[in-house]
T-cell receptor
Framework: GAVVSQHPSWVICKSGTSVKIECRSL??????MFWYRQFPKQSLMLMAT?????????EQGVEKDKFLINHASLTLSTLTVTSAHPEDSSFYIC?????????????FGPGTRLTVL | AQSVTQPDIHITVSEGASLELRCNYS??????LFWYVQSPGQGLQLLLK??????LVQGIKGFEAEFKRSQSSFNLRKPSVHWSDAAEYFC??????????????FGTGTRLQVTL
């Protein structure tokens, strides 16, 4: 149980285009999802917290207009990288918290590798 | 503010040798502690977690970790390392409940290399 999927697993796009990444909780409902960014050989950095039906909360230094987050249902959150540039190339990982659990546990997706040419 | 320190960036051990990865945390209340493993290009896999009870916790793949409140440490151990254990290991800390301090803070990771 507690499986999180991400789609696509990898994407290559041209500079200036927008890319959407999906994060789904497959066997549980997630009122809260988190988006992380990981540069090569570095740790995970939290970008934003996504709550179902409300606006996402962004961490300091993360451009909300650049990284659009939508959490329209209890099983799906999307991250859209708008007008992507090479410096946005990174590994993006989402996690989800099961609404049925009171403890603070996050279940992680497999990640999406974004390469911007 | 919560923080996690993994002092060892890179560790190399021989297959069959024992392993200990260090993790020190800073958290103002009862911490919820985690160890994750990440293979190259992959997501995170939970090895084990701790928030109460026996301070020695068992995880998957033969890993265990010991919580020492007095030292603010949560070190990961394995008695005999296998070549397949080569990966990046992350320690993380967060609040116990979903209502408060629900963010996870990760350490910078320790890259484990296993020699045959």
């Amino acid at each position: 149980g507690a499986v999180v999927s991400q789609h696509p697993s990898w994407v290559i796009c041209k500079s200036g285009t927008s890319v959407k990444i999906e994060c789904r909780s497959l066997d549980f409902q997630a009122t809260t999802m988190f988006w992380y960014r990981q540069f090569p050989k570095q740790s995970l950095m939290l970008m934003a917290t996504s709550n179902e039906g409300s606006k996402a909360t962004y961490e300091q230094g993360v451009e909300k207009d650049k990284f659009l987050i939508n959490h329209a249902s209890l099983t799906l959150s999307t991250l859209t990288v708008t007008s992507a540039h090479p410096e946005d190339s990174s590994f993006y990982i989402c996690s989800a918290r099961d609404r049925g659990r009171t403890l603070n546990e996050q279940f992680f997706g497999p990640g999406t590798r974004l390469t911007v040419l | 503010a919560q923080s996690v320190t993994q002092p060892d960036i890179h560790i190399t051990v021989s297959e069959g040798a024992s392993l200990e990865l260090r993790c020190n945390y800073s958290y103002g209340a009862t911490p919820y502690l985690f160890w994750y493993v990440q293979s190259p290009g992959q997501g995170l896999q939970l090895l084990l977690k701790y928030f109460s009870g026996d301070t020695l916790v068992q995880g998957i793949k033969g890993f265990e970790a010991e919580f020492k409140r007095s030292q603010s440490s949560f070190n990961l151990r394995k008695p005999s390392v296998h070549w397949s254990d080569a990966a990046e290991y992350f320690c993380a800390v967060g609040g116990l409940n979903t209502g408060t301090a629900s963010k996870l803070t990760f350490g910078t990771g320790t890259r484990l290399q296993v020699t045959l």
